[in-house]
């Protein structure tokens, strides 16, 4: 396609990549944005306000060569210099849910005011099915007022599908690109444009333009579907004597399901999969459509964020703290991001983990390796109750447990041996599944996963459950008070139920089967 001068408003996540991958296909791209600081970083160091891989190369690359440059708020020439405007500011979750598309037909309108020629607008942002027609006519609506009623304004939806943390390889080497639009000369303008990142047929996906804006939606919703099952028969699993990693795999070998979005754990978070869940479900209560099954995703989100602090303090407060309940107990938090590759806390189940958590009295180190910044920074106020530390065996110091909420690799090559040294007790819940569990019975550590089978440990590896619990408190036991099973209830080859008898007994004191098996000792 001919080098062309592209507007992109939005210097966010999706804003700077979009911007930074059209100039990387050539194109002379002008990024705005009103956030005057962020502009000044982008200007002098390019740096991105946010970790992502790649990007910061490509900036620094473009930004050098001319193709890149960044404007602040309502930069006139930046407008009236282009044809092709892509929009990709915020759209915030209102009270109700729904997302708040002011900035977008802000947006559109600024460009109404400015533009002197026929253009096309982009919509990038993920907005509501019906958006792009709003942004259309507030682009028209300031045209007549400048007499320029002429002009002609098409407008084109193009939701993005950027994951975090690959965010760049994604934009470069795309799985599909959808494109709605009612306009055929705009469809075949984004062809054009697109054509160096179509390798092949299926990539390319026009459509009509309320059909893109909710594809956009329909997407996350599948996806966060897909982990809300998984983490309902990962529960079921427990009790049942199951393990949800065998389980998985032989779903995944379905050829129409995969293996992608199947991972059980302390759910899932980030930008774009709760807030467009409550969106969806905002316009399905606007058009008088029921979704209770999107209400049902949600809702099991919101308890997996939660379970593994509950099964944590359950489990200290089982080990018999003295003064009042579970002040002074100190638990290591690993992992900050809602996933591995990115600095990004937003609707992170660390949250939801840490708030429970400090909210019952106990004590939080965490470590993470890129979101510590921007944890320490929002979390000020809890200070007294959270902190950070330099790395994941510092972290470990003297806890009393260690939460595993975030799967960076790191985490799941550690160096047990030491953990096991520097932890005053040996309560391992794993949020993601990153541990083998035989390997942290073996070790002596009292490990639970999500839906994960436990061996039941050897008297000699583990020791007695005094010798489990923290050291410096009284402890008797770290199980129900209804009486375990005794150690040898159980043979090597278990029984279906007594598999699930102490599982059950072990969710009740938010321990795994190796607890129950010494406290029989």
């Excluded at 993920?126 to 709003?134: E, H, I």
């Excluded at 893109?212 to 996350?220: G, V």
């Excluded at 050291?471 to 008797?476: F, K, Y």
Aim: charged share 20%; net charge neutral.
């Amino acid at each position: 396609m001919t080098r062309q001068a592209i507007t992109v408003f939005g210097a966010g996540y999706v804003g700077l990549v979009t911007a930074a991958g059209l100039a990387e296909l050539g194109h002379d791209v002008v990024c705005v944005d009103t956030d005057r600081a962020r502009i000044a970083a982008l200007r002098e160091r390019a740096a991105p306000p946010f970790h992502e891989p790649e990007l910061k190369a490509m900036i620094r690359r473009h930004a050098a060569s001319g193709r890149l440059r960044f404007a602040e708020g309502d930069d006139a020439e930046a407008v009236a210099q282009a044809r092709l405007f892509f929009i990709a500011v915020g759209t915030p979750s209102s009270a109700d849910g729904a997302a708040d598309v002011g900035q977008v037909l802000a947006v559109a309108r600024g460009i109404g005011r400015r533009l002197e020629a026929d253009a096309l607008v982009v919509v990038k942002s993920t907005v509501p099915v019906g958006t792009g027609d709003a942004v259309r006519a507030a682009v028209l609506g300031e045209l007549p007022g400048r007499g320029r009623g002429d002009l002609r304004v098409a407008v084109v939806s193009n939701p993005e599908f950027l994951r975090e943390g690959c965010a760049v390889a994604d934009w470069l080497a795309p799985d599909r690109i959808v494109v709605g639009s009612d306009d055929a000369q705009a469809l075949a303008t984004m062809r054009a444009l697109y054509a160096p990142l179509v390798a092949h047929r299926r990539q390319w996906q026009p459509m009509r333009l309320r059909s893109a804006e909710l594809t956009k939606y329909a997407s996350n919703a599948m996806l966060a579907a897909r982990v809300s099952v998984m983490n309902e028969l990962a529960l079921m699993a427990e009790p049942l004597g199951a393990d949800i990693a065998e389980v998985k795999r032989g779903v995944a070998g379905d050829p129409r399901i995969g293996e992608a979005f199947l991972a059980c754990g302390c759910g899932y978070g980030g930008s774009c999969l709760p807030k467009d869940l409550r969106a969806l479900q905002s316009m399905a209560a606007a058009a008088g459509v029921p979704v209770p099954l999107l209400a049902a995703v949600e809702r099991v989100n919101e308890r997996q964020k939660t379970l593994l602090a509950e099964r944590a303090l359950a489990a200290l407060a089982a080990a018999g703290a003295a003064g009042p309940p579970l002040h002074g107990c100190r638990v290591a938090l690993w992992g900050l991001a809602f996933k591995p590759g990115t600095d990004d806390l937003r609707e992170a189940p660390s949250e939801a983990v840490l708030h429970t958590l400090v909210e019952a009295g106990v004590q939080v180190v965490a470590h993470d390796p890129l979101a510590m910044p921007a944890a320490r920074a929002q979390h000020e106020r809890l200070a007294a109750s959270f902190t950070t530390a330099p790395d994941a065996l510092a972290a470990v110091d003297g806890a009393d447990a260690l939460l595993i909420v975030t799967e960076w690799p790191e985490y799941a090559a550690a160096d047990w041996a030491a953990v096991r040294r520097r932890m005053r007790g040996r309560l391992v819940f794993d949020g993601r599944n990153v541990c083998d569990p035989a390997r942290m019975v073996a070790q002596g550590f009292v490990y639970r996963g999500i839906g994960r089978l436990v061996p039941r440990a050897p008297v000699a590896a583990v020791g007695s459950m005094a010798a489990l619990a923290p050291a410096a408190r009284p402890v008797a036991a770290m199980v129900p008070s209804t009486p375990a099973a005794p150690a040898t209830a159980a043979a090597p080859a278990a029984t279906a139920a007594a598999n699930a008898a102490a599982t059950a007994a072990a969710n009740a004191a938010a321990t795994a089967a190796a607890a129950a098996a010494a406290a029989g000792d």
